[in-house]
């Protein structure tokens, strides 16, 4: 059974994009305005656009307008989401690291270990 999370999938797709991340990088500054936003990524504002509507369905970005300008700030909130998802997984699989870590540790102070013993 798949269990659903709503916006979960809309903001890991949103991440994806390394253009999206680097906005995402860019508002963790403070606002922007969409041509500020596409001035480094070498992007025409049309295709800027587009990848900020992406940003917003997954909530991550809030945009208005003020005249002809676009300016965007980031949200928070699914942001958050998306860690406290992953966190869950970090929770199962360090325990496996520290005991990885502990048998290399184990197997280097091992004198039957070393190389010249074959």
Aim: with cysteine.
């Amino acid at each position: 059974m798949v269990v659903q999370q709503p916006g979960l999938d809309d903001i890991f797709h949103a991440l994806a994009h390394p253009a999206r991340r680097e906005m995402l990088r860019q508002l963790s500054h403070g606002e922007r305005n969409l041509s500020e936003l596409a001035e480094p990524l070498d992007m025409s504002f049309p295709a800027a656009s587009k990848h900020v509507r992406v940003l917003e369905r997954a909530k991550l970005v809030r945009r208005r307008v003020e005249g002809r300008s676009h300016v965007c700030r980031i949200e928070g909130e699914p942001m958050a989401m998306a860690v406290e998802w992953m966190e869950a997984f970090r929770r199962i699989w360090e325990p496996n690291f520290v005991r990885l870590d502990a048998l290399l540790e184990e197997l280097k102070q091992d004198p039957k270990n070393k190389r010249g013993d074959r």
